[in-house]
């Protein structure tokens, strides 16, 4: 794939933001993402409607600053809108094999967006609004979480990080959201956040997020990434951000 960037005169500098996400209205379902800090490194998520019954969710963690990224959350964006719609849009596809392929054009553009290596933690999903199914993908990413009426399981990396390898695969698997299941999404700078209120030098860990998430109620995806972030920032002692913190939740009401 060719790079979305290059060009013979470059010209001036252009600050390229990717389009902020407004969550599609989901049949059954409520999705939210909440975040915390300034935007410094390379948090970014996003979902879209890939057809009438499918959409497509995202959150990647490009390596570096912001100010050095940005043209590479610009690519992956405009690659996960463009051809997820164009690989999901019919009815009779075959989910796994379209995810493969998107985690494949994902990582070759970004290889290409940065003439080199950057690495990028992601978990792309394709949640499916009839069966309640959901398509995922998680290259190197911090596990995914599902909570259903038998506790909490991981979903676990099934792939290299983009942005490494021209030709790393990650496998696509499949997993069914009962009513009244969620999905908890959370990005590095949010487990990684250290303790600050009782000299603790601790990380915040997976491990306490999944407790909090057993115990958080299902009132809404918003609510839980709220109750999530303020969790960690009480815990880190409401010292400034110098990492971002999100959280990504969608929850099968029906």
């Known amino acids: 794939m060719r790079s979305l960037f290059r060009s013979r005169d470059p010209g001036p500098v252009v600050i390229v933001e990717p389009v902020p996400t407004v969550f599609p209205v989901i049949q059954g379902g409520d999705i939210a993402a909440v975040f915390a800090g300034k935007r ?12 009438p019954q499918r ?8 390596a570096g600053r912001r100010e050095d990224n940005r043209h590479l959350l610009t690519a992956a964006q405009q690659i996960f809108r463009n051809a997820g719609c164009e690989l ?3 009815p009779d596809i075959n989910e796994s094999d379209a995810m493969t392929e998107l985690n494949h054009l994902l990582n070759r553009g970004l290889i290409d967006a940065s003439s080199g290596v950057r690495s990028c933690p992601a ?12 398509c995922y993908t998680n290259a190197g990413h911090i596990p995914g979480l599902l909570r259903d009426a038998t506790g909490i399981s991981e979903l676990d990396s099934t792939g290299l990080p983009l942005g490494l390898f021209s030709h790393a695969t990650a496998d696509a698997r499949i997993v069914a959201l009962e009513k009244s299941a969620a999905l ?3 990005s590095r700078g949010l487990i990684a956040c250290e303790g600050r209120t009782n000299g603790s030098s601790d990380e915040f860990s997976l491990d306490r997020v ?45």
């Open 123 to 134: 978990f792309i999903a394709c949640y499916h609004e009839v069966f309640g199914t959901l």
């Open 210 to 254: 999944k407790q909090l998430f057993q115990n958080a109620p299902a009132n809404g995806a918003e609510a839980l990434c709220s109750s999530i972030l303020n969790s960690v920032n009480d815990f880190g002692g409401n010292v400034p951000l110098c990492d971002d913190r999100t959280a990504l939740a969608l929850i099968r009401t029906a």
């Open 40 to 51: 410094v490194a390379g948090d970014f998520y996003d979902s879209i409607r890939v057809s």
């Open 88 to 90: 999901f849009s019919r």
């Open 55 to 62: 959409v497509l969710i995202g959150l990647l963690d490009i």
């Open 184 to 186: 908890l999404l959370v």
